[in-house]
């Protein structure tokens, strides 16, 4: 990890997102954050309490491919869900403890969302709703009709 985001990691936020996930799920995650998320279990059970169904099928974490699967289907989930792709970490981030700063931002994110779907979530912020704006086809033609200052 290069020092920069190390020095981005936010044990603050750690703390309030391990809060917020074990709150949530009701499942503790251990003294190691990344190591209590890395089968990707707790993260499957956290989308599927935003959004039921989402992971239909958490794979009890035998084998490396199964956490792998598991930490896969949540990021597909949680796109659904609607975090944006630029905000999601690779599978390999949180797998092989590379990225933990990407983690952590989008885990965030999807704090973010929930915040602004209606949970009732201690972290991130709200994103504004998208503002739709309907002129009326008389409003815009007469809007034609008017000189601009600059001729």
């Given at each position: ?19 917020w996930?074990?709150?949530t ?34 794979n009890?974490p ?10 896969g289907?949540?990021?597909?989930a ?13 599978a ?31 972290l991130?912020?709200?994103y ?12 815009l ?11």
């Amino acid at each position: 990890v290069s020092p920069q985001l190390a020095q981005k990691y936010d044990p603050q936020r750690e703390r309030e997102l391990r809060a917020w996930i074990e709150g949530t799920t009701g499942r503790r995650i251990g003294d190691n954050f990344m190591d209590g998320l890395k089968d990707g279990v707790i993260l499957c059970e956290l989308i599927n309490k935003l959004q039921p169904g989402s992971v239909p099928k958490v794979n009890e974490p035998v084998q490396n491919w199964h956490k792998l699967e598991n930490i896969g289907n949540f990021l597909r989930a949680i796109t659904r869900y609607g975090v944006k792709p630029h905000d999601i970490f690779e599978a390999n981030d949180l797998f092989e403890n590379t990225n933990h700063t990407q983690v952590q931002s989008t885990l965030i994110a999807l704090a973010s969302q929930a915040k602004t779907k209606g949970n009732n979530v201690g972290l991130g912020v709200k994103y504004a709703e998208k503002q739709q704006r309907r002129f009326h086809p008389e409003k815009l033609r007469e809007g034609r009709n008017i000189i601009g200052l600059q001729v």
